[in-house]
């Protein structure tokens, strides 16, 4: 039984739980028919997020008995890379409809569209050959290191939307004096922030094989998760002394 | 606010307001900002909710913002009462706006002449009132559609977002 794989496994689908509860929440708000589009492409981030991390979940836990065949591995990254695209997409065209008031589904969506095709082609070119489970994280193996442009592209196009998102998204902070709409941008800004980082950083990979330490690198996501959530559903005792509303 | 929108913003917001349709808001941001009269957005209590960059350039210390201050404080001292009557003369309905010749008090302490333009902003945009301070220094003031309209298009614009914010964060 491979140990890290169970920790990584039970750890990645805690947090799915989480987003996942986040985004339902989110899809279910009631918001005026103009903010409904945003407000869905919101709740589609984090239930794309949660997505995501539930195929890592599954090829962790199913790593913990053997280690899953090739075919399973790639098809998984394919839809990983699938729901990360409508993620990022969800989240992009919310903030933009936040900033201009404007609707920019069109635009953003090729964009995301031209990425994934990007993606999809880098994974194809590196004819993937082989499965390592490396401190319980499940990744195919290239037998080509696959460079340039093609690559360079769709990556930087996977990370800094994501780190400028955030930090675009706590600008907002300073846009309003509202005690509520201030905490949740705070926290949700951060919490996406430290959420990116640390799963950029993978520092579980750190741990050197320690149950332990693996644990608590794989941990740190989840508390950046649950951060998020206290934004939505602070508990009473913020609420009463700052009078921060949660969510409806 | 930073950069310079040129003419095609003003243009824009100058054509929506001539067809009396809303001014997409970062074109009535842009308008707001670019205009060179020193414009402000004031709460009913006379405190500034906004000002432009030519209000920066003229009033604001380097290390602070004007957001926040009292109105009156721009003002000299023998200048502050003809304000403050201006801005009771509005509180009557039939009185959308008035003007009246001040000193003002730039950053550095220095007062200059100027007019003094204040409204009262639309009920449906806000409470408060918006106000200009024209430097009456200035020989040759350059001929802008109107600040009111400005103004009560970057509140427009500033009251729609909060209200974005408060339905989606």
Not at chain 1, 63 to 82: G, H
Not at chain 1, 117 to 146: E, H, K, Q
Request: proline residues 6%; glycine residues 8%.
């Amino acid at each position: 039984m491979n140990d890290q794989a169970l920790v990584a496994g039970i750890t990645a689908l805690l947090g799915v739980a989480v987003y996942l509860y986040i985004g339902i929440r989110l899809a279910r708000r009631t918001v005026s028919p103009e903010a409904r589009l945003p407000a869905m492409q919101f709740a589609a981030f984090w239930i794309g997020i949660g997505a995501s991390s539930a195929l890592g979940g599954i090829l962790s836990l199913i790593a913990v008995v053997q280690t899953p065949p090739l075919a399973l591995v790639v098809a998984f990254l394919y839809y990983q890379l699938a729901v990360i695209c409508v993620a990022l997409w969800g989240l992009v065209s919310y903030l933009a409809y936040l900033y201009t008031g404007r609707d920019l589904i069109v635009p953003i969506t090729v964009l995301y569209v031209l990425e994934y095709a990007l993606l999809t082609y880098y994974v194809s070119a590196g004819f993937p050959d082989r499965v390592s489970v490396t401190y319980g994280s499940v990744n195919p193996v290239y037998a080509t290191t696959v460079s340039g442009l093609l690559v360079a592209v769709p990556i930087l196009l996977l990370v800094f939307p994501e780190l400028i998102a955030a930090l675009a998204y706590f600008r907002l902070f300073f846009r309003t004096r509202d005690r509520t709409v201030r905490y949740r941008i705070a926290l949700v800004s951060w919490g996406i922030l430290a959420w990116f980082l640390l799963d950029f950083l993978n520092l579980g990979n750190d741990s050197g094989g320690n149950l332990f330490w693996l644990a608590v690198g794989r941990s740190l996501s989840l508390i950046a998760a649950l951060v998020v959530l206290l934004a939505y559903y602070p508990p009473r005792m913020i609420r009463d002394r700052y009078q921060i509303a949660r969510i409806a | 606010m930073t950069g310079r929108p040129g003419l095609v913003a003003v243009l824009a917001v100058t054509a929506a307001v001539a067809e009396n349709r809303p001014a997409p808001e970062s074109e009535a941001r842009a308008y707001f900002d670019v205009s060179p009269s020193a414009q402000f957005l004031l709460d009913p209590d006379l405190r500034i909710r906004a000002a432009n960059q030519a209000a920066a350039r003229l009033f604001a210390s380097k290390d602070g913002s004007l957001v926040g201050r009292a109105f009156g404080d721009l003002l000299a001292n023998s200048s502050r009462s003809s304000g403050t009557q201006l801005f009771a003369l509005l509180a009557t309905p039939d009185a959308p706006g008035h003007r009246v010749a001040v000193e003002g008090v730039t950053a550095q302490g220095l007062s200059f002449p100027v007019e003094l333009v204040g409204f009262r902003l639309s009920a449906s945009v806000s409470g408060g009132f918006g106000a200009v301070l024209r430097d009456l220094r200035d020989p040759a003031p350059t001929r802008t559609p109107s600040p009111i309209v400005a103004t009560e298009a970057y509140t427009l614009a500033e009251l729609l977002m909060a209200n974005r914010l408060r339905e989606l964060v």
